[in-house]
């Protein structure tokens, strides 16, 4: 007999347990050019990693980022199969990065680097264009909650991001033990209560 769920309590339950799920799980940017980690620490050292998916059909072949003009690059990570072009402007500072391989579809590849965060600011964005084999070039540039959004990370302090993280964490933990304790404390319509043996 197929679960079928009449019990408004029990419907309550399922969509409380769903929220908790989605709390608890961080959103995933499938698809887009992303710079993790999302959060750091102003005035820092961060491993940056771009990580970049190809869900097309053809081959992406080449990967640019322009770095934040406050961001300090000091150093890049080999990647097997990827060749690095180190772009700078007049004074060497690095501005960006092109990376050149084959990324077959329907697989992602990740470029790290090492950096200074700025000391100030709360926001760094990061420009990036996909390059694919038949000589598409997508820009992963525009504002968030676009279409091709460019990655952001936010800059803040460690133990308030911590912080929120954890609550986010208990409040999805207590409302999945509510709700599953909604689940299984009545029974449904028309179920008779179990007789003791």
Same mark, same amino acid.
């Given at each position: 007999?197929?679960?079928? #769920?009449?019990?408004?309590? +029990?419907?309550? $339950?399922?969509?409380? $347990?769903?929220?908790? /799920? #989605?709390?608890?799980?961080?959103? /995933?940017?499938?698809?887009? =050019?992303?710079?993790?980690?999302?959060?750091? @620490?102003?005035?820092?050292?961060?491993?940056?990693?771009?990580?970049?998916?190809?869900?097309? %059909?053809?081959? %992406?072949?080449? *990967?640019?980022?322009?770095?934040? =003009?406050? &961001?300090?690059?000091?150093?890049?990570?080999?990647?097997?199969?990827?060749?690095?072009?180190?772009? %700078?402007?007049?004074?060497?500072?690095?501005?960006? $990065?092109?990376? %050149?391989?084959?990324? @077959?579809?329907?697989?992602?590849?990740?470029?790290?680097?090492?950096?200074?965060?700025?000391?100030?600011?709360?926001?760094? *964005?990061?420009?990036?264009?996909?390059?694919? =084999?038949? !000589?598409?070039?997508?820009?992963?540039?525009?504002?968030?909650?676009?279409?091709?959004? @460019?990655?952001?990370?936010?800059? !803040?302090?460690?133990?308030? +991001?911590?912080?929120?993280?954890?609550? *986010?964490?208990?409040?999805?933990? /207590?409302?999945?033990? *509510?709700?599953?304790? &909604? =689940?299984?404390?009545?029974?449904?319509?028309?179920?008779?209560?179990?007789?003791?043996?």
């Amino acid at each position: 007999m197929p679960l079928t #769920i009449r019990h408004p309590l +029990r419907r309550l $339950a399922v969509v409380i $347990a769903s929220l908790a /799920l #989605i709390l608890g799980i961080p959103v /995933l940017a499938f698809g887009h =050019a992303v710079v993790y980690p999302r959060t750091s @620490a102003p005035g820092g050292y961060e491993r940056y990693v771009l990580r970049v998916p190809n869900e097309k %059909t053809t081959a %992406t072949t080449r *990967v640019e980022i322009r770095f934040p =003009a406050e &961001l300090r690059v000091t150093s890049f990570e080999d990647v097997p199969g990827w060749q690095l072009e180190v772009l %700078t402007d007049s004074a060497k500072r690095v501005i960006g $990065a092109v990376w %050149t391989g084959t990324l @077959a579809p329907q697989r992602f590849v990740e470029l790290p680097f090492m950096a200074a965060n700025p000391k100030s600011g709360d926001r760094l *964005v990061w420009p990036a264009y996909q390059t694919y =084999a038949d !000589g598409e070039r997508v820009e992963w540039t525009g504002a968030e909650g676009s279409k091709r959004p @460019a990655s952001v990370t936010t800059l !803040g302090s460690q133990d308030a +991001r911590g912080g929120a993280s954890r609550w *986010v964490a208990w409040a999805a933990l /207590l409302l999945a033990v *509510v709700s599953l304790g &909604l =689940a299984i404390s009545r029974p449904a319509r028309g179920t008779p209560p179990s007789q003791p043996a």
